[in-house]
């Protein structure tokens, strides 16, 4: 097979290109936890699509059903009339997702991006209340559209607005401050004196592990308190779980462990389950006041991802997947508290819950070397937060045991080799 040239895209393509300057090569086939570029070299990702491929690659199941449905001259495209794959997957969803937690929400189909469903979320808390502010928080990540940039702590990508982002206050999330002072402290004391000059919003927005910004997960009694402050005051709880759900964190949502139930959640990435482009927005009935049409859209009826999705949906029949990613969780994490301990020069601290996880370094510079080095020994990885100071790990939840020790294996070599050159560390 020839090779295409890079420089097709470093001529054609818009400087805005990202992902290729980091993983510099040709991908060209993908099974499962492997990838492989134009010369044959082997990866193992440890990226998924940034979440959006918790399943893997090329699943067998979801590409035969997406195949067969195809061959059959399935409609593709549809905006949001009534079809047979939307059907299919709303009364799966309901059976085996929403049921079985007892989550009472109606699914509204948005553009098929993250951004889009945090979108529909902010516009349906401020028709419902009737208040225009939103809370957002420090190193939450939404999107990069107006309104989803608005509640998105990021200063570089807030800049790209190329206009004031307004009606949102920001608060700072769980250990934004220090391990001492508790934030919502500080927040409530904003609710509650009216000389604070922050106004009841309608609602606030938050992710409960934060992808982008850091690899943060806030503890479960900071969620459990964020839900009654809501509740106190009549504000709506948006829980994006855009990156952090469809079982990235050890459950199918990953606000299950804290018990608590938003009022609004965002999903996209893998809830298409194959990759494929689909977003939904859930709610309680109550707040289903939209007038048809008022949020729409060309491409809300993915039909082909609503194949894959229906399939996907099957690894949650039972809680055989769920214990799965939770003891695998558990080597994972055992791993980065053993990488830690044993290369302190690293300054390293471990960060997140789940399969969404990573290590702090306090070297500057430190987590975009790993990833560096990984991707030259044929793992894919990303670094996360407002400095590129964590290096994320993000395996497809499906991996197994093989995969998982070899990625691991290459994480320790990369650092290893690292803290033996001395390049960066110990300054
Ligand atoms: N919310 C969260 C939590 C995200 O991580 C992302 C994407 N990284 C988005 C929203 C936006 O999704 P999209 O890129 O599909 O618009």
């Given at each position: 097979?020839?090779?295409?040239?890079m420089?097709?895209?470093?001529?054609?393509?818009?400087?805005?290109?990202?992902?290729c300057r980091s993983f510099p090569t040709v991908?060209?086939?993908?099974?499962?936890?492997?990838?492989?570029?134009?010369?044959?070299?082997?990866?193992?990702?440890?990226?998924?699509?940034?979440?959006?491929?918790?399943?893997?690659?090329?699943?067998?199941?979801?590409?035969?059903?997406?195949?067969?449905?195809?061959?059959?001259?399935?409609?593709?495209?549809?905006?949001?009339?009534?079809?047979?794959?939307?059907?299919?997957?709303?009364?799966?969803?309901?059976?085996?997702?929403?049921?079985?937690?007892?989550?009472?929400?109606?699914?509204?189909?948005?553009?098929?991006?993250?951004?889009?469903?945090?979108?529909?979320?902010?516009?349906?808390?401020?028709?419902?209340?009737?208040?225009?502010?939103?809370?957002?928080?420090?190193?939450?990540?939404?999107?990069?559209?107006?309104?989803?940039?608005?509640?998105?702590?990021?200063?570089?990508?807030?800049?790209?607005?190329?206009?004031?982002?307004?009606?949102?206050?920001?608060?700072?999330?769980?250990?934004?401050?220090?391990?001492?002072?508790?934030?919502?402290?500080?927040?409530?004391?904003?609710?509650?004196?009216?000389?604070?000059?922050?106004?009841?919003?309608?609602?606030?927005?938050?992710?409960?592990?934060?992808?982008?910004?850091?690899?943060?997960?806030?503890?479960?009694?900071?969620?459990?308190?964020?839900?009654?402050?809501?509740?106190?005051?009549?504000?709506?709880?948006?829980?994006?779980?855009?990156?952090?759900?469809?079982?990235?964190?050890?459950?199918?949502?990953?606000?299950?462990?804290?018990?608590?139930?938003?009022?609004?959640?965002?999903?996209?990435?893998?809830?298409?389950?194959?990759?494929?482009?689909?977003?939904?927005?859930?709610?309680?009935?109550?707040?289903?006041?939209?007038?048809?049409?008022?949020?729409?859209?060309?491409?809300?009826?993915?039909?082909?991802?609503?194949?894959?999705?229906?399939?996907?949906?099957?690894?949650?029949?039972?809680?055989?997947?769920?214990?799965?990613?939770?003891?695998?969780?558990?080597?994972?994490?055992?791993?980065?508290?053993?990488?830690?301990?044993?290369?302190?020069?690293?300054?390293?601290?471990?960060?997140?819950?789940?399969?969404?996880?990573?290590?702090?370094?306090?070297?500057?510079?430190?987590?975009?070397?790993?990833?560096?080095?990984?991707f030259?020994?044929?793992?894919?990885?990303?670094?996360?937060?407002?400095?590129?100071?964590?290096?994320?790990?993000?395996?497809?939840?499906?991996?197994?045991?093989?995969?998982?020790?070899?990625?691991?294996?290459?994480?320790?070599?990369?650092?290893?080799?690292?803290?033996?050159?001395?390049?960066?560390?110990?300054?």
């Amino acid at each position: 097979m020839s090779q295409t040239d890079m420089n097709v895209f470093e001529q054609l393509e818009s400087e805005v290109r990202s992902y290729c300057r980091s993983f510099p090569t040709v991908f060209t086939k993908a099974k499962g936890y492997k990838m492989w570029d134009e010369a044959g070299k082997e990866y193992i990702d440890f990226f998924s699509g940034a979440g959006a491929l918790n399943y893997g690659h090329n699943d067998e199941n979801m590409k035969k059903a997406l195949v067969d449905y195809i061959m059959d001259d399935g409609i593709t495209h549809s905006l949001d009339m009534a079809t047979t794959p939307k059907g299919k997957f709303l009364q799966k969803f309901h059976d085996v997702i929403l049921k079985p937690r007892n989550l009472d929400y109606k699914v509204m189909f948005p553009g098929p991006t993250g951004t889009n469903t945090v979108e529909s979320a902010l516009k349906l808390a401020r028709k419902v209340t009737g208040r225009t502010d939103i809370i957002s928080f420090t190193n939450g990540f939404h999107g990069m559209t107006i309104g989803s940039l608005s509640v998105t702590g990021n200063s570089f990508k807030r800049k790209g607005a190329g206009i004031p982002l307004t009606n949102v206050v920001t608060m700072p999330y769980d250990n934004f401050v220090s391990e001492s002072l508790d934030t919502l402290d500080y927040l409530e004391r904003f609710l509650e004196d009216g000389g604070s000059g922050v106004e009841i919003p309608a609602a606030m927005i938050l992710e409960t592990v934060q992808g982008e910004g850091g690899i943060n997960a806030a503890r479960t009694e900071w969620l459990q308190r964020v839900e009654k402050i809501c509740k106190r005051w009549g504000i709506l709880l948006i829980i994006d779980d855009v990156q952090a759900g469809v079982g990235r964190t050890g459950t199918f949502f990953s606000f299950e462990d804290a018990g608590i139930t938003p009022d609004i959640v965002c999903l996209s990435k893998s809830i298409g389950g194959f990759g494929l482009p689909l977003a939904i927005t859930l709610f309680r009935p109550e707040l289903d006041i939209w007038a048809p049409g008022e949020h729409n859209g060309t491409f809300r009826g993915n039909n082909h991802a609503f194949v894959t999705a229906t399939e996907a949906l099957s690894y949650w029949e039972d809680d055989s997947f769920e214990k799965d990613i939770q003891e695998k969780s558990a080597t994972i994490s055992d791993f980065l508290v053993k990488l830690v301990t044993e290369y302190p020069e690293i300054k390293g601290e471990v960060k997140g819950k789940g399969f969404m996880v990573g290590i702090a370094s306090d070297v500057e510079g430190f987590a975009s070397k790993v990833t560096e080095e990984a991707f030259s020994r044929g793992l894919i990885m990303e670094t996360s937060g407002p400095n590129d100071e964590v290096f994320k790990l993000f395996p497809p939840l499906t991996i197994d045991d093989e995969g998982l020790e070899k990625g691991l294996a290459i994480i320790e070599e990369s650092i290893k080799a690292l803290v033996e050159t001395k390049e960066l560390v110990m300054q």
